[in-house]
């Protein structure tokens, strides 16, 4: 499907392999720069966890020419805003200025490109900074670590099921020298994608971009990592003891094949269809009709390798582990899906991404994420044909096959707060 505000998509490469795409829409007068860099935890080694999270922190550090704490100065004096954020299969950086501005940006994502400042001192604040994350995202938050210990499950591939954010003791034993050679290995031009969007004239952004970017040095190849997982998936169910949560809890779901696969869009809409906010079915039947679930957070994990996608669902104190599992398969996941249903979902499915395509950033960081992991940056177009494609007999088929009593994850979650 061609999508209207791709139509001036421009795409060029460096020298050095950096991808440039140029989106320029000169309604808005304001520029999205957005890089995305070919890691994620996927590419983390045994003994590496949270290496790729920890080095989004570091990026924002000092630079060659770029003091400490300098970035955000720069940024914010100049009316932008700026973040970061990392992924099993990549990692992102951006920046949304007044148009005028488009050269700032430019500078400071090439400088610390070109030369960040890998010290001591930075991986030290950085790392405790990270652990505090974890404590605060995690460990001490209901539900989070019975998060951790579903992908745990779902997962046999290292590469796939160890969490972003990492494992303290691996953070604890990052050396200078491992880190890095992390920056070396990762952070090169030939393994990212310079994204410009927004209110720009597109000769003038490129010869600023081939200014600040094209003699920074390649690095080099990195192998893809191996992201097979056994086949067919085999289902789990276990239990955790959650210190924080003060309410039993079930995390269900299923393992999901990659983005592309052929069965991928048929399940986003079941996942749609079943969890997605007060108009699933989930909310439908357990929440309105039989009261048996007080809160619930549908989780959609899809990814370049093998996902997830899953349910958080609270439960009243004296539901029973024994039999509560069965009833939610039998009353949710088992009766057919109907056509209003399926509808229903797909229309959801649209207005949600048409709704985040009236930003430019938005637009900016969908593209650039195709073009790292797809190799084609009017990918996004696909998606779009490919959900409107999807019929019934599609979804009940995905339905019948990941979510087969076999192949699905089941965790309890009990409480073990005091």
């Known amino acids: 499907m061609q999508l209207h505000w791709l139509e001036p998509l421009r795409v060029e490469r460096l020298a050095n392999g950096l991808q440039v795409l140029l989106l320029p829409d000169r309604r808005h007068p304001v520029v999205a720069v957005v890089v995305y860099y070919g890691v994620g935890a996927r590419d ?10 920890l080095f989004e922190h570091m990026m924002f550090q000092a630079s060659t020419h770029v003091g400490k704490n300098e970035f955000f100065r720069y940024i914010e004096s100049h009316g932008g805003t700026f973040n970061g954020n990392t992924t099993h299969d990549r990692t992102v950086y951006y920046e949304v200025l007044p148009a005028s501005q488009l050269p700032l940006a430019l500078w400071l994502e090439s400088d610390r490109m070109r030369g960040l400042a890998v010290t001591q001192e930075h991986l030290d604040n950085q790392r405790d900074t990270v652990k505090e994350e974890r404590r605060f995202r995690y460990d001490n938050q209901p539900y989070m670590k019975a998060w951790i210990r ?3 499950l779902a997962y046999r591939n290292f590469a796939n099921a160890h969490p972003v954010i990492g494992y303290y003791e691996d953070l604890d034993r990052a050396r200078l020298e491992a880190v890095y050679d992390f920056f070396r290995r990762h952070y090169r031009p030939n393994r990212a994608v310079l994204v410009v969007a927004g209110d720009f004239e597109p000769e003038t952004a490129l010869a600023w971009i081939r200014y600040y970017f094209e ?13 097979t997982e056994p086949e067919p998936p085999v289902g789990v169910r276990d239990r955790w003891t959650d210190p924080n949560a003060r309410l039993p809890a079930l995390w269900v779901g299923c393992r999901i094949p990659p983005w592309g696969h052929p069965d991928f869009y048929a399940l986003w809409l079941l996942y749609y269809v079943l969890f997605e906010g007060r108009a699933s079915r989930l909310y439908r039947i357990w929440v309105q009709e039989k009261a048996r679930c007080l809160e619930f957070y549908g989780v959609w994990d899809g990814r370049r390798g093998p996902g997830t996608m899953s349910s958080l669902i609270i439960v009243p104190p004296d539901a ?3 039999t509560w599992p069965d009833r939610f398969r039998s009353e949710v996941l088992e009766p057919p899906i109907s056509d209003e249903e399926l509808e229903r ?3 959801l499915w649209v207005r949600h991404q048409w709704t985040r395509w009236q930003e430019v950033l938005e637009r900016a960081l969908d593209v650039g994420e195709a073009a790292l992991l797809d190799g084609d940056p009017r990918a996004v177009g696909r998606d779009m ?4 494609a999807v019929r019934r007999s599609d979804v009940e088929r995905v339905r ?3 979510l087969a009593p076999d ?4 965790l309890w979650v009990e409480p073990g707060g005091g």
């Open 407 to 410: 192949r699905e994850v089941v």
């Open 215 to 227: 003699d920074i040095e390649p690095g080099p190849e990195v192998p893809p990592p191996d992201l």
């Open 44 to 53: 983390e080694r045994p003994g590496e966890t949270g290496f790729a999270h």
């Open 400 to 402: 019948e096959t990941y």
């Open 150 to 152: 579903f992908g745990e």
């Open 320 to 322: 029973d582990p024994g």
């Open 385 to 388: 044909a490919a959900v409107s």
């Open 345 to 347: 979902a797909r229309a």
